[in-house]
């Protein structure tokens, strides 16, 4: 241990002893940052490089993991983010980010952010332009539009027509209750088609058949239109989360989304939501989330990744805990927890790393998820189930005229 980290854990003893709380011991952990770390989700790949340029040239841990955001949010063909991203019911996108600062110890969010792409920029100017943590829907627009971030349509006219897609094959099977954590909620009775691969191939291929015409016809591009039938079929759940840290062990995570596709207007996921989406103590670590939001914010997984470690857990270890809650949430029923999904990316300051999933994918498309430590590349995430999830909502069923 350090004198820094010996002072801190005195200090922070001293106090517990004076206010007679009882405070679990922090883990002393050896004091091995040296050399940067960025975790994120494997499609966050693409601003990296720069990013990792950012620590080691001295920048500040949270400006390096929103440039990740941003590169994804800017590049309107990366649809689980920013311009591009996938819209809800009413065909609007509708995003949500949130951030922390470790060395200052602050967080900001915003949710429902309409019109304004970098919205992981906007969490970190309401951290450090208002006294609040969290703006909402249009509060948070007139907000960005105050801090001079510039308006634009975020729909492109590849999202609207995998929308417009997805309107022609919707049925009543939606975001509409119930949904899988509902007491009354069954398996749809027809058999369930895997997120990741299909366990049919054949019955897969009938179907993207079936719709190659109706996307035709909606003018989606050739080369993108098997990409787009996917959308509809396999709704995404999108995201981005980086965590990071630098030489001197300061941190700083972020999340950014344009949440589940064909959501219903108004829903926010766990993105937004400090201690779900994205939590980061500078004494410990930082962690943070992509996949079904709605049970990520009930078991506060971000928090209790970082509260895990914070007692002695190892990265892996403290994920798999936040992963075993969920599907405790469901009684370990085999039947809800094959329709969900989840995937943890977690670092600890001294650069220890995870990434944990709930399902492992498969041998073709296993769960993975990006590191940079000097060295840039994806690698495969720990899991809780082998095997992959299945869609919910239900594919939609083929209007009769697609037939
Ligand atoms: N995890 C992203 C969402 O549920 O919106």
């Known amino acids: 241990m350090n004198r820094r980290d010996f002072l801190a854990t005195t200090a922070l003893t001293s106090a517990a002893v004076a206010t007679g709380i009882v405070t679990m011991a922090m883990t002393e952990q050896p004091a091995t940052y040296k050399r940067p770390v960025i975790i994120c989700k494997a499609t966050g790949v693409q601003g990296m490089d720069a990013a990792y340029d950012m620590l080691r040239n001295g920048q500040d841990t949270l400006d390096a993991v929103l440039h990740v955001c941003k590169v994804q949010e800017d590049d309107p063909n990366d649809d689980s983010v920013g311009l591009g991203g996938l819209p809800n019911e009413d065909g609007v996108v509708e995003l949500d980010a949130c951030c922390m600062h470790g060395p200052t110890r602050r967080a900001g969010s915003v949710g429902g952010v309409r019109n304004i792409k970098n919205v ?74 895997s997120r990741s691969v299909p366990q049919s191939g054949k019955d897969l291929e009938a179907r993207i058949r079936d719709l190659e015409p109706v996307a035709a016809e909606l003018g989606i591009e050739p080369e993108f239109r098997r990409e787009a039938i996917y959308r509809v079929l396999f709704p995404p759940t999108g995201t981005i989360h980086v965590s990071a840290v630098n030489e001197k062990g300061e941190m700083s995570g972020a999340t950014t989304t344009s949440g589940l596709a064909w959501k219903l207007a108004g829903r926010l996921g766990d993105s937004p939501i400090i201690g779900a989406g994205c939590y980061t103590d500078q004494d410990v670590g930082s962690a943070g989330a992509t996949g079904s939001g709605e049970e990520n914010i009930k078991v506060a997984g971000a928090h209790t990744i970082v509260e895990n470690m914070r007692k002695g857990m190892p990265p892996k270890e403290a994920g798999m805990d936040a992963l075993q809650r969920i599907a405790h949430n469901h009684n370990n029923d085999m039947a809800h927890l094959r329709y969900l999904d989840m995937v943890y990316y977690i670092l600890r300051k001294d650069g220890a790393y995870a990434g944990v999933a709930l399902w492992g994918g498969s041998a073709e498309h296993p769960r993975s998820f990006a590191v940079h430590d000097g060295t840039k590349r994806v690698e495969k995430c720990a899991y809780l189930f082998e095997g992959t999830s299945i869609d919910w909502p239900p594919t939609p069923r083929l209007p009769e005229t697609a037939k």
Do not use: C, Y
């Open 120 to 193: 992981g920029l906007l969490a970190k100017a309401v951290m450090e332009h208002t006294g609040h943590v969290m703006l909402v829907a249009e509060g948070a627009e007139r907000f960005a539009t105050a801090m001079g971030f510039s308006k634009e349509n975020l729909l492109t006219e590849r999202s609207r027509k995998i929308w417009l897609l997805w309107k022609e094959t919707h049925s009543d099977k939606d975001w509409w209750g119930p949904g899988v954590a509902d007491p009354n909620w069954k398996p749809p009775v027809q058999a369930p088609r």
